[in-house]
T-cell receptor
Framework: EDQVTQSPEALRLQEGESSSLNCSYT??????LFWYRQDPGKGPEFLFT???AGEEKEKERLKATLTKKESFLHITAPKPEDSATYLC??????????????FGAGTQVVVTP | DSGVTQTPKHLITATGQRVTLRCSPR?????VYWYQQSLDQGLQFLIH???????AKGNILERFSAQQFPDLHSELNLSSLELGDSALYFC????????????FGPGTRLTVT
């Protein structure tokens, strides 16, 4: 069964203090790994898709990387508006997966001024 | 705004009752996914429809059912409600079968009293 584990559960950062979030996964054939951002009470907002080991994607202060067993989301010089829960999800290439996303529990990030 | 709409935003009902949640996907998207998010379970995949046909089921209870109509909107029906069904219910859509990027709606918060 596909599994996604995110660490840490929570992260408190000072504004400008860079850090990384970890997403480790086991999946029977990775079709894609996804990062989403979720604000309290709202729907997840898509950030990145990574498809193969070695791939990297960037958006503003965020950079996602992928290896064969884990993905990292690096937050560079965060601002208070980067405060959110960051969710990692995998999509399996299995015949019965049909696009289903398996989510991790998320990392709650708080950035203080 | 992801382009996915969900109604209602909030729903409060009693145990034993039945409710219907509605989702309109982004224009042109053929796939609709339903997810449940509770505090102790995180985001869990329920069911996937593609162009009116059921394609995959997750850990969806027998008391729950869904359908996708010819105009591509989808409804999630929850019956014989229990306190533990209280959660956020999200709909997501994507433009392909076995879709990669999924766009999430704002969710319906269900409270069962």
């Amino acid at each position: 069964e596909d599994q996604v584990t995110q660490s840490p559960e929570a992260l408190r950062l000072q504004e400008g203090e860079s850090s990384s979030l970890n997403c480790s996964y086991t999946v029977s054939g990775l079709r894609g790994l996804f990062w989403y951002r979720q604000d309290p009470g709202k729907g997840p907002e898509f950030l990145f898709t990574l498809y193969s080991a070695g791939e990297e994607k960037e958006k503003e202060r965020l950079k996602a990387t992928l290896t064969k067993k884990e993905s990292f989301l690096h937050i560079t010089a965060p601002k208070p508006e980067d405060s959110a829960t960051y969710l990692c999800a995998v999509q399996s290439s299995g015949a019965d997966s049909w696009g289903k996303l398996q989510f991790g529990a998320g990392t709650q990030v708080v950035v203080t001024p | 705004d992801s382009g996915v709409t969900q109604t209602p935003k909030h729903l409060i009902t009693a145990t034993g009752q039945r409710v219907t949640l509605r989702c309109s996907p982004r224009s042109g998207d053929l796939s609709v996914y339903w997810y449940q998010q509770s505090l102790d379970q995180g985001l869990q995949f329920l069911i996937h429809y593609y162009n009116g046909e059921e394609r995959a089921k997750g850990n969806i209870l027998e008391r729950f059912s869904a359908q996708q109509f010819p105009d591509l909107h989808s409804e999630l029906n929850l019956s014989s409600l229990e306190l533990g069904d209280s959660a956020l219910y999200f709909c997501a859509s994507s433009p392909q079968t076995r879709g990669r990027k999924q766009y999430f709606g704002p969710g319906t918060r269900l409270t069962v009293t």
